[in-house]
């Protein structure tokens, strides 16, 4: 019945809901005093020591475990959940990149447990899809221009912290079996993920082991009609293998080892059917084989090893970390657009990093309390573009990177808290004589001849201070603000496989620098939790790609910005059984394109998003059962004229409203094992997403999916 009517399924949960309605109350008059959220006790990695989330001086969100499962039980796509939940970033695409999905309109740096998986030297935009689901406890997004840690978050940081083993337990596992499909057109929709965990302790070692691997079936719209497969997720394998494993030298002293590869390929079977922006016919696939090779991550490794004393001398705490990742993907199928010859692309990326913080108590009296954090961190990234084939179309970049950095915290009589700090980053980067290649249109003539370019070292030297005051005396308004930079080497392969001089030093590589100004407040008034902020960015260098139709390349529109914008969320629990939330994001940008001081023109969407909606209702009747109701709404954005052909520029399409609800709900059969189901866009809304709306590409013109359905069981022992 769920499969024919998704609708049918939801009503009778809310039937079961009701006629337990007085069991729920009863059970709830007990536990009204625990609240579902308890915000300001969160200890998070907001800088480079941990610390509760009343004293960071500005906006972080947290995705909490809850929250996470919740999302997980309607899909594993972590782009679309993350655009569900986080204020600030961008709606996903249900594609298999993030392109578009800025953070406060800029560059947002991933990491996994602290250990960055951008590739920022040639942006592919796929690291937002760097692990899988199953394996995160929770995500930390730390908004705004920052130099935490270090290159690439000029928009912020999105933090992935994994799972440990449970301290409490002794040997546990947990198995997840799903199916996926398309309850309104079924036919070879159907999908599925299967994932097995296994944690325990023992003595002075803990470990926790995890596997998962998903199989998609074919993405269709609302109407039933195949998703174009141009970067679709339809007919994708995704695996992923998780370990982490830790030794307790003594009650300060730990090491933890972790490990992380993630794995997708997508085997389709259609090519595709461009689609009509002009007309409004979207981008399809007819059957036939796939051209290129599958699209995807061929191979994402993460070895991380960490070394924590909390008690190195005097009242000072070390940790140092080293890392080592490797990345390599595969990008989308080109005819004949390199040397009048078809072509894939493929991005390398290696980074080899070292870091080291000490934390030192300063002042710790009735008064006052102050710590410092200080430390070096040491990269080596080197990174990539060639074609499958072997031709070079970006050479590689060897990237060094030395970056000391201070960060302090004051606390005056409990209630101001003041952060300030400083980090100087040295960055070199080396690279060898290159050729570009002969980029062609389709009929074989030159769009960008073949270039000769002398290679060479480029060299930044920026110096990147922070500064954030709180007040926390009144939880009726707990104000903050705060000022920040960040730095960013802005997509240098981008620019040197589009050279049209024969040197390096020709080429317009500087860095980005990029402030950001914040003002916002916390107000808790009982049970209901607000949060308002407003921000403010500029760099005098630009990093807006921009596409040339006459040349069919893109390009870095290298023109001074400013982004300004502002956030609501609030929080109501009704009961601790009953809670609900809503936020909303808005955000522009503006160009000086005569650098002459006047902002005269738009930034396009793939910066900046349209405003954004989101609103959800938990509910949990009794013990063991929870549902909820999620809602997205994309607004309006029209900020560009239409050319003569009635087309827009790429990235400057109008985007139309379009609102989606998802359903997710989870039933406790026993203390082992839980049964969940999540409906993605209930109503079956026919829709483009956003990205497609304002792509004005008809290749990448696809609608978004309609209803699909996640059924799973979870058994924990």
Do not use: C
């Amino acid at each position: 019945m769920i499969m024919k009517n998704a609708k049918f399924g939801v009503n009778s949960i809310l039937a079961l809901t009701a006629a337990l309605f007085v069991q729920a109350n009863l059970q709830a008059q007990q536990q009204d005093s625990i609240r579902t959220l308890q915000l300001n006790e969160i200890t998070v990695s907001a800088s480079r020591s941990a610390r509760p989330l009343k004293n960071v001086p500005h906006s972080v969100y947290i995705l909490s475990p809850k929250s996470l499962e919740q999302d997980v039980a309607v899909s594993s796509d972590i782009t679309d959940l993350l655009g569900k939940e986080v204020p600030g970033l961008a709606p996903g695409a249900q594609t298999g990149n993030n392109s578009g999905q800025s953070l406060r309109g800029r560059s947002a740096l991933i990491m996994i447990d602290g250990v960055p998986q951008s590739t920022p030297l040639r942006n592919g935009e796929v690291d937002m899809r760097s692990i899988d689901p199953a394996v995160i406890q929770r995500v930390e997004v730390i908004k705004g221009a920052t130099a935490i840690y270090g290159n690439g978050a000029t928009g912020g940081i999105i933090n992935y912290i994994t799972k440990s083993p449970d301290s409490r337990k002794g040997i546990h596992g947990q198995t997840n079996i799903n199916l996926t499909g398309g309850p309104s057109h079924v036919a070879n929709t159907f999908g599925g993920k299967v994932g097995q965990m296994l944690g325990g302790n023992w003595g002075k070692w803990s470990y926790l082991v995890s596997g998962n691997f998903e199989q998609t079936g074919e993405y269709k719209d609302a109407k039933g009609n195949i998703i174009g497969p141009n970067y679709s997720l339809g007919e994708t394998n995704f695996s992923n293998a998780f370990a982490k494993i830790g030794f307790k030298i003594s009650d300060k002293q730990k090491f933890l080892a972790t490990y992380n590869f993630n794995k997708s390929a997508q085997h389709t079977n259609y090519s595709i059917v461009n689609g009509d922006y002009l007309a409004g016919t979207p981008t399809t696939g007819a059957l036939g084989s796939q051209t290129g090779a599958p699209t995807g991550t061929r191979g994402n490794h993460n070895a991380h090893l960490q070394y924590t004393n909390d008690l190195i001398a005097g009242s000072t705490s070390f940790v140092a970390d080293a890392y080592y990742t490797s990345r390599h993907e595969v990008f989308y199928y080109s005819a004949g657009r390199f040397d009048g010859s078809d072509g894939q692309s493929e991005i390398y990326d290696t980074k080899r990093g070292l870091r080291g913080a000490f934390n030192t108590r300063l002042i710790n009296s009735d008064h006052l309390y102050a710590t410092v954090t200080y430390g070096l961190d040491v990269l080596n990234n080197i990174t990539s573009q060639p074609l499958l084939d072997g031709r070079i179309w970006v050479p590689k970049m060897h990237m060094n990177n030395l970056a000391p950095f201070l960060e302090t915290e004051w606390i005056v009589n409990s209630n101001i808290v003041i952060n300030a700090g400083f980090r100087f980053e040295r960055t070199r980067i080396s690279v060898d004589d290159y050729q570009t290649l002969r980029i062609t249109n389709a009929k074989g003539e030159t769009v960008t001849p073949s270039i000769q370019v002398a290679g060479g070292d480029l060299k930044y030297n920026v110096a990147l201070p922070n500064i954030g005051i709180r007040f926390n005396k009144f939880k009726a308004f707990s104000p903050f603000v705060s000022f920040s930079q960040g730095f960013s080497v802005a997509d240098i392969g981008l620019a040197l496989r589009a050279s049209k001089v024969n040197d390096i030093k020709d080429i317009n590589t500087q860095a980005v620098k990029v402030t950001n100004y914040e003002i916002g407040a916390v107000s808790e008034f009982g049970k209901l939790r607000l949060e308002a902020s407003a921000y403010y960015s500029l760099s005098k260098l630009g990093t807006e790609m921009t596409y040339d139709k006459t040349t069919g390349v893109f390009v870095l529109n290298r023109t001074p910005e400013h982004i300004y914008g502002f956030e609501v969320l609030a929080n109501y629990a009704f009961t601790s059984r009953i809670e609900a939330n809503a936020s909303f994001s808005y955000i522009e940008g503006k160009q000086d394109t005569a650098s002459t001081g006047n902002y005269n023109y738009y930034m396009n969407g793939r910066r900046i998003f349209a405003p954004k909606l989101t609103a959800g209702l938990a509910y949990s009747p009794l013990a063991g059962l929870n549902l909820r109701l999620q809602y997205l709404g994309v607004l309006n954005r029209d900020r560009f004229e239409k050319l003569s052909t009635g087309l827009y520029n790429p990235y400057e399409g109008v985007v139309k409203a379009y609102h989606l609800f998802s359903f997710s709900g989870s039933y406790h059969i026993n203390k082992g094992t839980t049964l969940t189901l999540g409906v993605d866009n209930l109503l079956n809304r026919d829709y483009f997403p956003a990205r497609s709306q304002y792509y004005v590409m008809n290749s990448f013109y696809a609608k978004g999916r309609g209803r699909t359905f996640n059924l799973g069981v979870v058994i924990r022992y």
